[in-house]
């Protein structure tokens, strides 16, 4: 077996969150001590400093995904950024529009979101999804009425990591006069996003999925033609009324630049990160042959993996790798795993979501953890198999 590469797991889970980049505590590391100015006080030089560094990552931010910076608001994280799209733009035009759509496999605080809307009146329609994981667009069409308020799909998803065909999906709201949000966490920093070219009107970003600090995000909110929301708390007027609140300067300024390092190095990092998920895959596939892939093979992230193995329980399987830091991509105990509501979304059996497990490749990731992932979940399969499985090795 590949020695591990270090003492501690080797980690897997870049889907859950990333390592902060030095690059950006660097950049964050001032605005946490000397630099501590409250970027609202702007009648004097601490202040005016806290903003100028505020607009700054405002433009940053802004760039990687080729808006306008006036169109960015500074958020807590994609759950809220979720929360203010959905629900301030169902409420905006409850008047005149009463329907929300989105789709079976959306993150939960977008399915939540949705579900606390119908309770104040809403109509909502969940979709299912095809078993590769990407919408019918067929079936969205038939959704939508003149009614519809809003519609939220998942750019790139958290758990099978497939990739929503989002130009598509905003033809068919545009034409309807339909706001078209999407939850682009996974996605920002690792593939393209152009907002005008894929038509969105709402979309959610994470500092803490692109090498960025936690308990930071970005909402953005379309100008022309202009995305109406109503905010979601009350306050001093921040963030252009749409988010009152006073703005954690060294969280803005590191969310700024680990989108920065992502403009200038997305291309030639999924390039890599691709090429180890191929490695990771075909290694799974030599060692246990009847390992299988969930989600589109074909339109993903390239980090990601979600993979069966056929009668082994996940929970088993990560208990018996305690060298690498795995997830199930869904809730569990200590006592069971319960099986991933996207996986059945798909048509995966409750058994096959039990054995399932979600592994994410990132910035940091080596062939030599992967080759030492291969090793160690090839010999748990073997260990955990009633029927020994082929060794796959002359």
Known sequence: MSARPNTAPVYLDYQATTPVDPRVLEAMLPWFTEKFGNPGSVTHAYGREAAAAVERARGQVASLIAADPREIVFTSGATESNNLAIKGAARFHREERDHVVTLATEHKCVLESVRALEREGFRATILPVQPDGLVDLGALEAALDERTAVVSVMAAHNEIGVLQPLE?????????????????????????????????????????????????????????????????????????????????????????????????????????????????????????????????????????????????????????????????????????????????????????????LRIGLGRFSTEKEVDFAVDSLGAAVRRLSRTPLPLGRG
């Open 168 to 356: 598509e999906i905003a033809a068919l709201a545009r034409e309807r006069g339909i706001l078209l949000h999407s939850d682009a966490a996974q996605a920002v920093g690792k593939v393209p996003v152009d907002v005008d070219a894929l038509g969105v009107d709402l979309l959610s970003i994470s500092g803490h999925k692109v090498y960025g600090p936690k308990g930071i995000g970005a909402l953005y909110v379309r100008r022309r033609p202009r995305a109406r929301i109503a905010p979601l708390f009350d306050g001093g007027g921040q963030e252009r009324g749409l988010r009152s609140g006073t703005l954690a300067t060294p969280l803005c300024v590191g969310l700024g630049e680990a989108t920065a390092i992502a403009e200038r190095e997305m291309a030639t990092e999924a390039e890599r990160v691709g090429a180890l998920r191929d490695r990771l895959l075909a290694g799974l596939r030599r060692e246990v042959p009847a390992v299988r892939v969930n989600g589109d093979a074909k339109h993903r992230l390239a980090g990601n993996l979600n993979v069966t193995f056929p009668g082994i329980g996940a929970l088993e399987l990560m208990e018996a790798c305690p060298g690498l830091a795995l997830s199930t991509g869904s809730a569990c105990t200590a006592a069971e795993v319960e099986p991933s509501y996207v996986l059945r979304a798909i048509g995966v059996s409750d058994d096959d979501a039990r054995s399932s």
